[in-house]
């Protein structure tokens, strides 16, 4: 085979076949995708989750994982956050000509590796090469379905007053693990993308409390962005402690020196949980009993007054609003 | 204006130090504080590091506050 | 992180509340100068817990914010000239010109990249032998001696497709402006922290002694805004005027004489344009002719177009502190960081993007 991908590798021809089996279903390995039909068939008893999603990240490699394993834990996290039990995803590739074969290689690895720790399949997928310059190496786009158990219920819009806000551990480690990378921005650090499916921890956390009301992870726009789309659709308002929210102290070093906010910062391996405050402390047990949600905290409630708004307790005895991202969290200078 | 940041110097090659922050490596440019030394702490603004900061008074201004708490304490 | 967390400790901060509320009797109206005391006021809370005698009231130090059109129109400009990469720090970025902003010119095909540091330009410029990189020179006496320092080293390394666009401003003499001007009155005045760190504090002599006010140096901590408050409030209710300072590890009152020498040696001073404030002799910045080779003007002279001030933006008022966002027709609704209209509403540190972001009516 080549050592570089072709616009041939797209074209549905002997090369475009043989990447297929040779990188894709081997590394995927799954009796679904290796009927290699058209469509992946699948019988399914209730309720369906089905989410989309399209992977642009750059650099397609940064400290804790790639643009594949990004493009497994953002779809099944999106279904895990509708409570369902994530199965199969489809994988399209958009591939820039010119991509050393070993770099896609690598992602696929990514993909089934992680697609193994969350215990999903990959069953159906395509591949397209454009021209030089007409993608940034390498796009991903995602689709996921999972099923949603009995009786559960969760979405943005159920928070009530009184309710507690769970937060399941460090925020801004992804975002700024990939910034560090980024060319012009780069500086020195031990630090990680947070990138991890979460749904073993879901499936913790309902069984800890069948009436959880909202579960969010806080990718783009971060911590901040999250919790105003929930008080939006929920018409509550959510009061937090600046105290209680968890940063590696990098991340905040990194943040200073960027003129940067945590809170706006994306995460890929965390959620925002508001559960009825009876059972806030289980749930947190659960989550804390998890792997991936070992620094999780209680960070605030759930509130009538002013529908829609997020407001933080600093710490010296004031409080402030925190508004969603509006635009790029660009580093500032001044 | 403007964002400038306490690091620590670790190491010095010529006019350009490797600095650190809560973990966080970076090289500045010690065109601006060419006195710097290893160990000492600079306000790094874009890349340079424009003043060394002064560590004695940095923990005078913390005693002068803990005593205005104390006093508050008493009045309070 | 040393240096930063000592200076949020939440019970030294109750302790110089106290104090403040204690002491205060005068009505006194206090501005902050710099934007990045704007921002440390609005993320911290602090005119919540301000007495009722206190107004705080920000101030046009936001380099980015008193940049006019006619000068972003010639950046933008620039960057649509065959060959030229626009460098600039991120602030920059989204500030809307007459017609057009670096992002849009950009996604119109002109090559605008973002940095951190002058010295990344410098890189850029390596990178690219071909291209001429044009850094965008903004920022008081804080980033001028190291866009100064860029241009030395560019020199001594033999970098020659580097090139710097000064629009540089200076303080002391937009203070001077908008004291002189009587249309706001203040009884003391936050001044900026890391200019002071270069400038030394003895920069604002002048408006203790010319105009009788009384000045604190500020740091960007919460501790250190209200120490410098607590300060002010003390020397009102004592009646004396002098420059204080309450940022002592950062600054001295000689500054960073090896920095001022650097900026001199590159930059002298020139007349410049602040919005809202208009022509301030002495204010600007402009590259010596003995470092031409360096200066963008000279190898890209631009002719802009007159520059479009967008009605109802009343960002000038706001910089020199006589209205506040609220008093804004087109605050929050025609004007909102996603679609801004004035720079006070995009730059980070701006004023309108401060009261919007941390909800000035309610939380600021």
């Known amino acids: 085979m080549?050592?570089?991908?072709?616009?041939?590798?797209?074209?549905?021809?002997?090369?475009?076949?043989?990447?297929?089996?040779?990188?894709?279903?081997?590394?995927?390995?799954?009796?679904?995708?290796?009927?290699?039909?058209?469509?992946?068939?699948?019988?399914?008893?209730?309720?369906?989750a089905f989410t989309t999603d399209s992977y642009v990240v750059s650099p397609i490699s940064f400290p804790g994982g790639d643009i594949g394993r990004l493009a497994v834990c953002g779809t099944v996290n999106d279904l895990a956050m509708s409570g369902a039990k994530p199965l199969y995803l489809s994988l399209a590739f958009i591939i820039e000509e010119g991509l050393p074969l070993n770099d896609l290689k690598q992602v696929v690895d990514s993909v089934a590796l992680t697609a193994r720790e969350a215990g999903v399949s990959i069953v159906t997928g395509d591949t397209k090469v454009v021209h030089r310059g007409s993608a940034d190496r390498l796009f991903i786009n995602t689709a996921g379905i999972g099923i949603i158990g009995e009786g559960v219920?969760?979405?943005?819009?159920?928070?009530?007053?009184?309710?507690?806000?769970?937060l399941s551990g460090t925020i801004g480690d992804h975002g700024m693990a990939v910034l560090s990378v980024r060319e012009g921005l780069s500086f020195s650090t031990t630090l990680e993308s947070d990138c991890a499916p979460l749904n073993a921890m879901v499936a913790d956390m309902l069984n800890a409390c069948s009436d959880i009301r909202c579960l969010r992870d806080p990718t783009r726009g971060g911590l901040a962005t999250t919790l105003n789309e929930l008080a939006?659709?929920?018409?509550?308002?959510?009061?937090?402690?600046?105290?209680?929210?968890?940063?590696?102290?990098?991340?905040?070093?990194?943040c200073e020196m960027l003129g940067l906010d945590p809170l706006y910062i994306a995460n890929e391996g965390k959620l925002v949980a508001i559960v009825p405050s009876g059972h806030a402390d289980r749930v947190l047990q659960a989550i804390r009993d998890n792997p991936c949600g070992r620094g999780a905290s209680v960070i605030g409630e759930v509130g009538a007054e002013n529908p829609g708004r997020v407001v933080m307790n600093t710490g010296i005895g004031s409080s402030r609003i925190v508004d969603m991202l509006t635009g790029d969290p660009l580093p500032r200078i001044c | 204006m403007c964002l400038a940041v306490p690091v620590l110097i670790k190491s010095i090659d010529g006019r350009e130090a490797e600095a650190e922050i809560g973990g966080v490596s970076r090289r500045v440019s010690l065109w601006l504080t060419p006195e710097a030394r290893v160990g000492d702490y600079v306000l790094v603004h874009t890349g340079y590091a424009i003043n060394v900061l002064d560590q004695e008074e940095a923990e005078e201004t913390l005693r002068l506050l803990e005593e205005i708490a104390a006093l508050n304490g008493d009045e309070g | 992180m040393k240096f930063i967390d000592e200076f949020r400790r939440s019970d030294l901060a109750q302790a110089l509340i106290s104090r403040i509320n204690q002491r205060s009797r005068t009505s006194v109206r206090f501005m902050e100068f710099c934007g990045g005391h704007?921002?440390?006021?609005?993320?911290?809370?602090?005119?919540?817990?301000?007495?009722?005698?206190?107004?705080?009231?920000?101030?046009?130090g936001c380099p980015v914010c008193v940049t006019p059109n006619a000068d972003l129109d010639k950046a933008i400009?620039?960057?649509?000239?065959?060959?030229v990469i626009i460098a600039t720090f991120g602030d920059m970025f989204k500030v809307p010109g007459s017609r057009s902003s670096l992002q849009q010119a950009n996604a119109d095909g002109a090559d605008v990249r973002m940095v951190y540091s002058a010295l990344d330009a410098i890189q850029m410029a390596r990178d690219n032998p071909d291209r001429s990189v044009v850094f965008l020179g903004i920022g008081f006496e804080t980033t001028a001696p190291t866009v100064a320092a860029s241009i030395l080293q560019a020199q001594e390394q033999r970098v020659t497709n580097y090139r710097v666009l000064s629009m540089h401003k200076l303080c002391p003499p937009a203070i001077r402006a908008i004291l002189d001007s009587g249309e706001v009155r203040l009884q003391g005045l936050v001044c900026p922290g890391h200019v002071s760190a270069v400038t030394g504090s003895r920069a604002w002599e002048f408006v203790a002694r010319d105009y009788d006010i009384p000045c604190g140096v500020s740091g960007f901590e919460p501790l250190d805004i209200l120490q410098c408050i607590a300060m002010l409030v003390d020397q009102v209710e004592s009646g004396r005027s002098e420059v204080e300072i309450a940022y002592s590890?950062?600054?001295?009152?000689?500054?960073?004489a090896e920095a001022l020498k650097l900026m001199d040696r590159v930059f002298e001073p020139a007349p410049a344009d602040w919005r809202g404030v208009g022509g301030i002799a002495g204010s600007g910045l402009k590259i010596r002719d003995e470092y031409g080779e360096f200066d963008a003007e000279r190898a890209f002279p631009i002719e802009v177009g007159a520059p479009i001030e967008h009605a109802g933006c009343i960002c000038g008022e706001i910089l020199r502190g006589v209205s506040t966002p609220l008093d804004c027709a087109l605050f929050g609704t025609a004007c909102t960081p996603q679609c801004p209209v004035g720079p006070c509403m995009v730059s980070s540190e701006g004023t309108c993007a401060a009261y919007y972001g941390y909800g000035g009516a309610v939380g600021g």
């Open chain 1, 2 to 48: 080549e050592d570089r991908i072709l616009l041939a590798h797209g074209s549905g021809g002997r090369l475009a076949h043989e990447l297929v089996e040779r990188t894709f279903v081997v590394a995927l390995d799954n009796p679904m995708l290796s009927r290699l039909d058209d469509s992946a068939v699948a019988e399914f008893n209730g309720r369906l």
């Open chain 3, 249 to 256: 590890r950062g600054v001295k009152a000689e500054g960073n």
């Open chain 1, 153 to 166: 219920d969760i979405s943005g819009s159920n928070a009530r007053p009184g309710d507690k806000v769970l």
């Open chain 3, 38 to 60: 704007t921002v440390t006021i609005f993320r911290y809370g602090i005119r919540q817990l301000m007495p009722p005698t206190i107004e705080m009231v920000s101030g046009p």
């Open chain 1, 232 to 254: 939006g659709q929920s018409g509550v308002s959510i009061r937090i402690d600046e105290g209680s929210i968890p940063v590696r102290e990098e991340v905040r070093a990194a």
């Open chain 3, 77 to 83: 400009a620039m960057a649509g000239v065959p060959g």
